[in-house]
């Protein structure tokens, strides 16, 4: 691990999208990402499990269930064997098993000297910041999911997650009968509200103010859900100075607004696939490809565009967001994400992946080295 000066006074955190592998050995999945990894300062992950014995199993029909999502505590080793430090609990599975498993895993991590946000035994907890200091500088990072089901949402005395929840509409808008209607969705404006007012509290505690969200629409290369980028500008809006969003398990738009950057999806990171199948779908609308090699390994069977991912990065200094940039990333056919580096076609590969998928969004990119970095100066966005 690179070793700071006391006198430094900058703060490197490094993020990567969903993780939870169910198959073990777990330390196999983190081999080829650690070396990057372990050089930050501090380290941010997406919780797609939950770790505990307790709980009802998930009685969900006509969607994607949770058998995966309870897994046995020692298999939370994978958050001790990368040092991931900052965990969002807030995720569209984080309730499949009931709340017991959710108290479980936050005292988990807890014992284990981590930071579990988003999730919590009541709605106090689930809304409170974990504030990390590094070198001096402060930072407060703040959790939420857009992803769950009645009753999920934490209460005053009842556990669940911090929720920004969405109401959708949809509209009939082309005479070629099985067309898609246009989807139309809107944020919840007391969630909207409770988030913001988080956000003011938690800014005037730290430097900088990070914010996670499980949020969107999976699978869909490029799709941004119309509430999405409401809640992002209001985020801002209200003193957020970095946003990273997950859930869609493929990279999707950056922006920048009012000179801070919104990842709408970083990606999957360290996680298995659900099958073997040769055609992964959705709605009965969307078919992907996985890829020969993944169905031979079968330790990651996504579609092929799934394996492309990212390591989110970020300079703090107590002025507040430095520098933000990513690094491009590959998921090989055993579930192991590695940073490509700038010679490998795959890092052109997705750096014209990255200027698409955020075409519709103010942002500008440059290569340093292997980091593509996000410029802000100048950038404001709508």
């Known amino acids: 691990m690179a070793i700071r ?48 014995t307790r709980g009802r199993e998930p009685q969900f029909t006509g969607s994607t269930g949770g058998s995966h999502s309870r897994l046995p505590p020692h298999m939370a080793s994978i958050w001790e064997t990368t040092g991931t ?56 990072f703040l959790a939420y999911t857009s992803v769950l089901r009645d009753g999920q949402a934490a209460g005053p005395r009842t556990a669940g997650m911090a929720p920004l929840r969405a109401y959708t509409h949809y509209v009939a808008d082309d005479y070629q009968p099985g067309t898609p209607p246009t989807v139309i969705s809107v944020p919840h404006e007391g969630d909207v509200a409770a988030m913001q007012d988080d956000i003011r509290r938690a800014k005037q505690l730290a430097d900088v103010v990070v914010m996670s969200i499980h949020w969107g629409v999976r699978f869909a290369p490029k799709t941004i859900a119309t509430y999405q980028p409401t809640v992002a500008h209001a985020a801002i809006d209200a003193g957020a100075d970095l946003i990273l969003g997950h859930h869609a ?81 590959h998921i090989n056919s055993k579930a192991q994400p590695a940073v490509v580096k700038r010679k490998d076609p795959k890092f052109a590969e997705m750096l014209d992946y990255m200027e698409w998928v955020s075409d519709q969004h103010a942002h500008k990119f440059r290569c340093d080295g292997d980091e593509i970095v996000v410029e802000t100066s100048g950038i404001t966005g709508k």
């Open 85 to 140: 430090e900052i965990i969002s609990l807030a995720s569209n599975h984080t309730m499949d098993w009931g709340p017991e498993p959710l108290v479980d895993t936050r005292k988990l991590f807890a014992k284990m000297g981590k930071y579990p946000i988003g999730a919590g035994k009541d709605i106090k907890e689930a809304r409170e910041p974990a504030i990390v200091e590094r070198n001096g500088v402060k930072i407060a």
């Open 249 to 329: 398990h493929v990279p999707k738009a950056v922006e920048v607004y009012k000179g801070k950057v919104c990842f709408y999806s970083i990606g999957n990171f360290m996680t298995n696939g659900t099958g073997s199948r040769s055609k992964f779908f959705d709605w009965n609308l969307m078919w992907y490809r996985v890829d020969a090699e993944c169905l031979r390994d079968r330790l990651y069977c996504l579609p092929s565009h799934c394996r492309m991912t990212m390591v989110a990065k970020a300079v703090f200094s107590r002025k507040g967001v430095e520098r933000v940039s990513f690094l491009p990333a």
């Open 5 to 52: 000066k006391k006198n430094d006074s900058t703060v490197t955190l490094v993020a990567g999208g969903d993780i939870g592998p169910v198959i073990e050995p777990m330390e196999h999945y983190a081999k080829l990402i650690m070396p990057v990894w372990r050089k930050a300062d501090l380290r941010f992950g997406q919780c797609e499990r939950t770790y505990s």
